[in-house]
DNA sequence: ACCACAGTGGACCGGGCGGTCCAGAAAACC
DNA sequence: GGTTTTCTGGACCGCCCGGTCCACTGTGGT
C-alpha cells in the first residue's frame, strides 16, 4: 500500500480522531461507526488504510497512546537525579491521571482489543521502557549517594509500575485518586530511609 | 420472584458455570450461549432467573467472584499479627494469582459489564474490604511496637491494594509475575524498615 | 491529454447475539 | 385431584456491527 501525503494525512486523521473518541468516551463498544462518523471519513476508507480492520486500527491507535503516555512525564522520567526531580515526576503523573479521570485510553484498548499477540506486545513495550527509567532514575541516585546501595534499583522499579498501574485502576472504577498518590508516596518514602 | 429449593440450586448453577468458565476462557466475547451451554440450561431458565438479563446475570457472578477473592486469604488476611503471618499471606496471594495465571475473572466481567453503577459498587466495596484488612494488620504491628508508628497506616494499605491490583494487571497482560511480588516484597520491607 | 493508481463514499450483506414468547412438564398448595 | 405457580426448553426475532464491493473522484507522472 503506498500512501499518498494526502493518503498519510487521512490514515493519521482516523488514528488521532479515534484516540480523542476513546479518551472521552464509555469504552464498551466502540464502533467502527462511531470512528467512521468521528472522523468524518467512510468505511471504504477506514478499510482501505487499515486492511485487517477493526484490531489493527485498534492497534495502531494503542500504539499512538502509548507513546503519549511516556511523554507526558518527560522531562522528568529521563531525569530522576534529585529529590525533587522525583517529586516534579510524581506531581506530573497524578496531573496526568487526574486530568484524564476515568477514561483510561489504553484501558479501554486493552479490554476491546482482548489479548491478542499484538496487543500484549504493546503493552509489555510501553511498562518496560517506563520500569527502565525508574530503575535509570534509582541507579543514579544510589551513584550519587541519596538512596542507599542495598535498594534492589530492578524491583523497586517494578513496584512503582505495579504501584502506578494498580492506582490508575482504582482510579478507574471509583474515581478516587488517592490509591495512585498513596502507591507513588509510599515507595518514595521507601527510597528516602 | 418466589424460588422453590430446585429453582435456587439452577440458579446458583448458573452463576457457578458461569463463574466457572469465565476462569477458564477468553474474556472477551462470552455470550448468553455459552453459558446456556455450560451450565445445561436454556434461554428461558436464564431469563427467568435473571430478568434483566446478561447484566444481572454478570454482576451476580461478579459478587460471587468478589466473595471469593478474600476468602482465598484467608485466615493471614484476617490476622496480619507478626512477620510470619505477613509472609504467608504475601504467598497466598502470590499462589492464588499465580494459579489463576493471565485469566482474571473479576477482570474479565469488569471489561464486560463496562462500568455501570453496579459494577463500581461490587469493585469498590471488594477494595474497601481488602484495604481495610490490610490497615488493620498494619496498626496492629505498631501496636506492638513491630512497626514504627509513625507510619500512616491507610496510606501504605492503600499502596498494597494498588500494588496488587497492579501487579494483577500486569501479569494479566505479560503474563510475569514478578510485578506482583516485586511490589508487595517491597511495601513489606517498607514496612520493617 | 492520458492513464494508472490512490483516495473516497456509501449501499449492502450476513452472522452473531441479546432478548422475547409460548407451550409443556413439574411442583406446590389446598 | 385439581388448580395455580414455578420451572424448563427451544424456536424465533430483530438489530447491531464488522466486513465486502464497486462505482466514482482526485492526483501525480510522462
Redesign the interface.
Known amino acids: 500500500m503506498a500512501l499518498t501525503a494526502k493518503g498519510r494525512a487521512t490514515r493519521q486523521r482516523i488514528i488521532e480522531g479515534a484516540a480523542a473518541y476513546l479518551r472521552s468516551d464509555?469504552?464498551?463498544?466502540v464502533t467502527l461507526d462511531d470512528i467512521r462518523a468521528i472522523t468524518g471519513t467512510s468505511k471504504g476508507q477506514i478499510f482501505h488504510y487499515f486492511p485487517d480492520g477493526k484490531e489493527e486500527l485498534f492497534l495502531a491507535v494503542a500504539r499512538y497512546e502509548a507513546g503519549r503516555v511516556l511523554d507526558d512525564q518527560q522531562p522528568h522520567l529521563g531525569a530522576l537525579t534529585t529529590w525533587s526531580a522525583w517529586e516534579r515526576w510524581r506531581d506530573a503523573v497524578i496531573a496526568r491521571y487526574h486530568a484524564q479521570g476515568?477514561n483510561c485510553p489504553l484501558g479501554a484498548l486493552?479490554?476491546?482489543v482482548?489479548?491478542t499477540p499484538g496487543a500484549?506486545e504493546v503493552?509489555?513495550s510501553l511498562?518496560n521502557r517506563w520500569q527502565f527509567h525508574v530503575k535509570e532514575g534509582i541507579e543514579e541516585m544510589q551513584d550519587t549517594g541519596l538512596v542507599r546501595p542495598d535498594v534492589n534499583a530492578d524491583?523497586?522499579a517494578?513496584?512503582f509500575?505495579?504501584?502506578?498501574?494498580?492506582?490508575?485502576?482504582?482510579l478507574?472504577?471509583?474515581g478516587s485518586i488517592?490509591?495512585?498518590e498513596?502507591?507513588l508516596?509510599?515507595?518514595i518514602?521507601?527510597l528516602r530511609?
Do not use: E, K, W
Open positions: 464509555d469504552p464498551a463498544g476515568r486493552m479490554s476491546q482482548g489479548s500484549a503493552v509489555t511498562l524491583r523497586v517494578a513496584a509500575i505495579a504501584g502506578i498501574q494498580g492506582g490508575v485502576q482504582v478507574r472504577s471509583t488517592a490509591h495512585l498513596a502507591s508516596d509510599t515507595l518514602d521507601h530511609s
